[in-house]
């Protein structure tokens, strides 16, 4: 009870305080006293519980509104000295603004970064700058904002140039910085210090409070209640269901209350969750710490008292307040940041400033953003704090890091998120360095979080737990910090600045050795591994060192001192680590061809190797280094060149490189998956920068410093291939004494990795420093051999190179030089083609192909070759000179080891059989061959300068081996080899070598002899050219004789073949023919009356035309199609649909109360059928269909997963084409009519009435005396002929009759949502209703395309709407017939009123087409009782002529705008047409007029214009009729509506039967029609429609698109970003999602937006598809740039948008960032698929074709 009293007398004690108080005098007492601190705490202690936390529920307008008076307003007063709003003006006005824009950003909103301009890629700038910068013109990359951070605009240390826009542009005058304080008095600064020092202490007391129970001295209020709260705050550890399920058990609260609560728990880092006593907050508390303790640490709650949660709500307040201030006038930002960041007494961090930072993993998530904000506005746009708050932060880094590592909050939330607004501004970045060792700080700590190392100091993270884990994945961010220090390098070097980047590189170098030879690996013999060992953490840590070793690497280059220091420490550190690895491996002797070479016993196969490798892989770079910045000619004598042992230095790398080519032989296979893994990233691109590429420098370094024998003994030893090459005739005893394959075929893997390895070494020399190029033709050449595989988009080829720091490839500047690009169409990307000039610089045994892209490269390459006419050998390319340290790898290709390698493979593939040697061996001994031959070439062209002819490769291969074995020479091989006939395939390379031997040699003779000319060389490859064409051009005759013989050949059995099965040629032939000619007799082109589908002159079939056969999909049987045959059905999906409608602001109806006899011209929703046109007998779709539901029962059982169609919703996928269907539709024959002598309109029209009449009464009989016999119905006499008591009899078989209460049960469970019932009397409207949508909307459809009324259907949509048509036209026969002569005398009420009918509709409000349908459909039922002879073509043709009138006043009604004043003149005929449709305008307007006291229609003088318009808005009615009677009654349509023209309109008219002068069937049957008119026009409904014409649809009806979006993406990405949850009204939607259809924004993903639908909680979209498109929806996730595609609640699936790049290809997840624009091909595209009903069709082919999709819960997006 207390609590309510204290509630309810809260508000009178605060109003009798609040009139009274006066924040004026407040202030100005203030002002008098001397302990300004006590006076304002007391007013806080007296006033801040009084407003802030009075009940369970914070109710934040109220608090901030009596805040703002009774606090803040006295403090406003105080500080100006004057009425607030005139004070702080002034101070606006003398405000200086500044050059910083500042903008912070909101989360989800576009950034844009100058990808040529940006220092780094956080450079950003905000929407409203970029629009305004130089930067739109030039290449730019546009992300979304996680919120927080802010527009660098106008920091001039941010962009290379351009760092102004146009709103931010310095003024001249104000060019010098001068101190923003000058411009306030003395007495104000004096002021705003006090009260920014008080309050800003308050708010950081209150903040940091740590007791629940007591307030800080001060602050104690007189009169405490004993009111507590208890707080639930936020961790990162629990999911929102379990938060929402212990809430629900400890506060007993509601579903709907406990994830209201979460979503703010999760907002804003806590939420009380109970108000009251302590003990009742104390039981609450001890469930919640109970219930989230089992397995992880429980959810931390507090019981606080309310006076302590007030004041911690006004601290916050209070904070904000201060941002606010601030921003009036530079000089109070300035004072705050004076009194933030003033030491306080306790000396070292104690200033406020200090201790928010230092307490931030203590503080909740709403505080710790309230005071970043507040520190972003303050200390990092004031440039002179900026400095000195860098400076603490850099203080304090190493424990706001450890605070950081425990604490489970993201990085977002935590104050060393603001890293990234100071270490990456150069300036302040440089100083951090020199000032506070910065450098060193970041390594050191991030080293101290990794204190897991095994006995040599090296990381281990083997079983790793999940703490440890977590701890890795947090300290990881310090490597970024680390990355964003180094991200600009130092043009000029201080002293101080290399001691200190010195100090840090050791820093650095004792983290590498820490990796060196981590997770050494075993070869695995006998068993498997039991356990994967642990691998990805280790390159997790490569992954994320990755740039900042390039980085390194880069500030070393920068400065020769450094480079050299940092040169000799890092071979110290890498002859330390060396030390500890080579004891116990005893020395060994190898010796081959005459030279010997001292090494070390070691095999990879057998001892511990390890992948990791950095220090080796830095000094390999720096080794490059100094060949590159050219130190290494210059200051020799500083370097300890010669103290290098090149063997130790390739031995690690060469151990890693043998373990890469041992895993490619299969000898690692026991070592399970992680090996595998290692390598592949060894490999990838994302790595291989610093691993693979690195091992192999370092490989040419040492090799470039050896005797090449030693080096490839050494190669050989380490490969274990030595005693293969050493000892002669070893292969041949090996085979005979051990004839394991296995052993082969590994040895012949290791040597083609060993090979290659040798191919590598000497022939990769595009990197700068190795040899002599630039980092863009490395850059070139990777894009060359990525081509060379196959076109790609530019994504792909992103992909494919590797990012520098800046996320940029180096791509843009050099692909047009060497690739054309091809635009893409309405599917696929945009490629990029090779240049074919560039295709001579293909090398097969490129270093960064895997073995898939080697062999499909080769492939592509010899195609191409082979199209231009060329040879198809792949000769290596000629390569660039090496740089002056890496020369001497040249000599490799002609040293007596290759040779005498080079010349063993040979010699054993001159023996066909026994596998000793490999196709791919050869193939690269023959490369290297080739290599050596192009590289001499080089040197002679060079040496024609030098005379240094030194390489001589063609002399070392022409000379014969040694005495003892006599080999002979590779040259002579090779001549030998040339015609062995089991090496064809190399024969074209072997002839290439040869020819260019002869080159070589003859010009070396030239040269020798004479001074050089070039024609003998030419002469000689002229010749062979010759031969070689010559022989070409045989082969191709040759080729072609044999190509014509085999067809001859097999056009001769196709004759045999037509000759014996002659009857079966025939008879196809005869059906092929059969159907143009027949339709000719028939049509009656001869007499006038041509071609006519309705009415008693329509055409009629002859035998063959009703004859229809047809063959079924799953029993491939033929069947005709006939009334008592079998049923054939067509597979069906039935669907509700809006696509047409003109109002989706209808409520739904209620599905068990509607009726749908008459649809609303709006169209608001109909039930669509498509079909996929595939045919089969009823009985086997059914066998079909009980085999799915089976299979699916036992799915169910297995896995609990949805599949993409509902069996249970009747649900199943075409059996031919897997399209998604609901139903089937039986196919009908056509209907035979007979025809007689026929009644006018008139007669017809009294028998009709006289008809109805009869049925009414007796209809009338039998619904009052159910079950009493009242005789025969004499009491109405009934016209002649007709027998109401007649029952006919139903024309089809018993499958046809099943089959069509099938689809109509279906059709009916659709289109109403409800439960199937056959009785309902809805069913027939619903399949009539069915047909008529079906129809209008595949109108519309070929309306908006362009395309002719008849014959531009697809054959499935034809086929659709034949069978729907002849359904629709049976289906009245399985249902009762009484109720369908009940319908019928509705529908025929709306055309004739009738009195005894009720609720009736008024012409306005009835679709005439609808109406037209459900008459011709429906009237059968009273047809079959009349024996008269009356012919329903007659019957047809009255309704048409009858509802065209009616159509005609609709729209002379509703649709006729303003004239437009311009006259035409018209022809005769037209005039007529313009006179009558004007009298029957007048005649409308004089019954209205009579009706309503005033004319309603405007006066229209211009008959032109009333025609124009009526035509215009019947046309669509015109065309659907002839569509429907086309269909129902088989007539073929005329010429002139197959083709697009001027005709149409006559064409339709004749066709229908219907005069083109349309008002002529009102003016013929005047007499008849004019009482009809005035009855319509009578009728309540018309007058209420016209008074309220925002309701009227008018003619003809626009048809439907998806809404207009914006050109460029980032439109749409800044409109979603302002875009605020409508639930929880603050919060910024996460996943913010745009309705194609009607253009909602909505907010998607989201627990606060679920709503119940059907008894179950969906998203956001889902709800909104039922609401907007009957379940079926199409939307764009803005922040994801991917289409979605919903159909009911348990089918979605994603689809590509419509917005491209300049590249042509999508951005989904927008991970790229390339500039998006809308492509109106691919949107038109997506529209085509909602207007023709295909969404669900699509998701169905998207889920069955990605089962990941099926997955996914798409109800709750």
Sequence with gaps: MAAAETDRDAPSALCSDFLNFSAKDTAANWLQVSNLPKEVYQHLACYVPKIYCLGPNLNPQNEDLLAQLLLQSPLEWYLCGEEPSVGLAKLEQSNQPSQLCGHVFKVGEPTYTCRECAADPTCVLCMQCFLGSVHKEHRYRMTTSGGGGFCDCGDTEAWKKGPYCQKHEPNISDSFQKDPLVNISAEMIARTYNVFSIILKYAVDMLTWDKEDELPEGLESPARGNMYYCMLFNDEVHTYEQVIYTLQKAVNCTQKEAVSFATTVDRDGRKSVRFGDFQYCEQAKSVIVRNTSRQTKPLRVEIMHSSVVAHQCFALRALTWLGQIIRYSDALRRILCQVGLQQGLDGENSSLVDTLMLCDSKMWKGARNVYHQLFMSSLLMDPKYKKLFAIQFAKNYESLQSDFVKDDHDREFSITDLSVQMFTVPSLARMLITEENLMTTIIRTFVDHLRHQDLQGRFQFERYTAQQAFKFRRVQSLIGDLKYVLISRPTEWADKLREKFLEGFDAFLELLKCMQGMDPVVRQVGQHIEMEPEWEAAFTLQMKLTHIISMMQEWCASDKRVLIEAYKKCLSALTHCHSGFTDGEQPITLSMCGHSVDTIRYCVSQEKVSIHLPVSRLLASLHALLSKTEVAYRFPEQLPLSELSPPMLIEHPLRCLVLCAQVHAGMWRRNGFSLVNQIYYYHNVKCRVEMFDKDLIMLQAGASMMDPNHFLMILMSRFELYHIFSTPDYRKRCSRENANKDVVQQNNTLIEEMLHLVIMVVGERYTAGVGQVESSDEIKREIVHQLCIRPMAHSELVKALPENENKETGMERVIDSVALFKKPGVTGRGLYKLRPECAKMFNLYFHHYSRADQSKAEEAQRKIKRQNGEDSVLPPPVLPRFCPLFASLVNILQCDVLLGILGAVLQWAMEPSGGHWSESMLQRVLHLIGMG?????????????????????????????????????????????????????????????????????????????????????????????????????????????????????????????????????????????????????????????????????????????????????????????????????????????????????????????????????????????????????????????????????????????????????????????????????????????????????????????????????????????????????????????????YTPK?????????????????????????????????????????????????????????????????????????????????????????????????????????????????????????????????????????????????????????????????????????????????????????????????????????????????????????????????LPYLRAAALFFHYLNGAPAPPELHALGAGEWEALCGYLCLPSNLVQLYNNNQELMEPLLQRWCSHPGVLQSLQTSAALIGFPRESNYLIEL??????????????????????????????????????????????????????ACTAHTFACGAGVGIFLRVRESQVLFLAGKTKGCFYAPPYLDDYGETDQGLRRGNPLHLCQERYRKIQKLWRQHSITEEIGHAQEANQTLVGIDWQHL
């Design 1290 to 1514: 139903n024309p089809y078989s018993s499958t046809i009759k099943e089959m069509l209460t099938t689809f109509g049960t279906a059709t009916y469970k659709v289109g109403l949502k409800v439960h199937p019932n056959e009785q309902d009397p809805r069913v027939p409207i619903v399949c009539w209703g069915s047909c008529g949508y079906t129809i209008q909307s595949i109108e519309r459809l070929l309306v908006d395309e362009e395309k002719p009324l008849f014959g531009s259907l697809p054959c499935r949509q034809d086929d659709c709407l034949s069978s729907l048509t002849r359904f629709s036209s049976a289906c009245w026969t399985v249902s009762s017939h009484t109720t369908v002569q009940s319908h019928f005398i509705r529908l025929f009420a709306a055309l004739v009123p009738d009195s005894r009918v009720e609720n009736i509709p008024c012409i306005l409000d009835i679709d005439m087409f609808h109406l037209l349908v459900s008459l011709v459909l429906s009237h059968p039922a009273v047809l079959c009782l009349d024996s008269s002879g009356m012919s329903a073509d007659t019957a047809q043709l009255h309704f048409l002529h009858l509802v065209t009138v009616a159509h005609l006043v609709q729209i002379l009604l509703t649709s006729i705008p303003e004239e437009v004043r311009m006259e035409q003149e018209s022809a005769g005929a037209e005039r007529e047409e313009e006179e009558s449709v004007c009298m029957l305008y007048n005649t409308l307007r004089t019954h209205l007029g009579r009706v309503l006291c005033f004319s309603w229609l405007r006066e229209v003088s211009s008959g032109w214009h009333l025609w124009h318009c009526v035509k215009a808005g019947i």
């Design 933 to 1285: 031959l192009v590289e001499e070439q080089q040197h002679l062209i060079s040496s024609s300068e030098d005379h240094d002819t030194s390489f001589n490769f063609t002399l070392k291969i022409s000379r014969p081996g040694e005495a003892p074995g006599n080999t002979p020479s590779i040259l002579a091989l090779l001549e030998t080899l040339q015609n062995a006939p089991h090496l064809e395939v190399h024969k074209d390379m072997i002839r290439w070598i040869l020819k260019t031997v002869t080159n070589i040699k003859t010009t070396r003779e030239c040269t020798a002899s004479a001074p050089p000319t070039d024609s003998s060389g030419h002469s000689q490859e002229e010749t062979v050219r010759d031969k070689d064409k010559a022989e070409r051009k045989r082969k191709a005759e040759m080729a072609r004789l044999r190509r014509e013989k085999i067809m001859a050949q097999m056009s001769e059995m196709q004759r045999h073949f037509i000759n014996e099965n002659k009857e079966l040629f025939q008879q196809s032939l005869e059906e092929l023919d059969v159907s143009p000619t027949s339709s000719l007799e028939h049509s009656p082109s001869s007499c006038d009356s041509a071609l006519v589908c309705v009415g008693p002159r329509r055409w009629h079939a002859g035998g063959s035309e009703r004859r229809q056969m047809v063959t079924c999909i799953l029993c491939q049987e033929e069947q005709e199609i006939r009334a008592d045959g079998k049923a054939m059905v067509l597979a069906a999906f039935v669907q509700r649909s809006t696509v047409m409608s003109k109002n989706r602001k209808r409520p739904p109806h209620n599905p068990d109360k509607y009726d749908p006899l008459f649809m609303h011209p709006d169209l608001s929703f109909g039930t669509h059928t498509g079909s996929c046109g595939h045919i089969m007998h009823s009985h086997c779709w059914q066998r079909y269909f009980e085999a799915v539901q089976a299979k699916e029962q036992r799915r169910q059982q297995r896995l609990r997963v949805h599949t993409s169609y509902d069996v249970e919703n009747g649900e199943f996928l075409c059996p031919l084409c897997e399209c998604l269907s609901n139903t089937v539709i039986p196919l009908l024959p056509l209907t035979k009519t007979t025809c007689s002598d026929q009644p006018d309109l008139s007669q017809w029209l009294n028998i009709t009435s006289l008809q109805m009449k009869a049925l009414h009464s007796a209809h009338k009989k039998t619904n009052c005396a159910e079950g009493a016999n009242t005789g025969s119905v004499e009491g109405c006499s009934s016209p002649h002929g007709f027998k109401l008591d």
């Design 1606 to 1659: 914006p050109e460029d993406y980032s439109a749409l990405i800044n409109q979603a970003s302002s875009f605020t949850c409508p639930k929880s009204g603050v919060d910024k939607s996460r996943a913010p999602t745009l309705c194609l259809v009607c253009g909602a924004m909505l907010c998607s993903q989201s627990y606060c937006c679920q709503t119940e639908l059907e008894g179950e909680d969906v998203g």
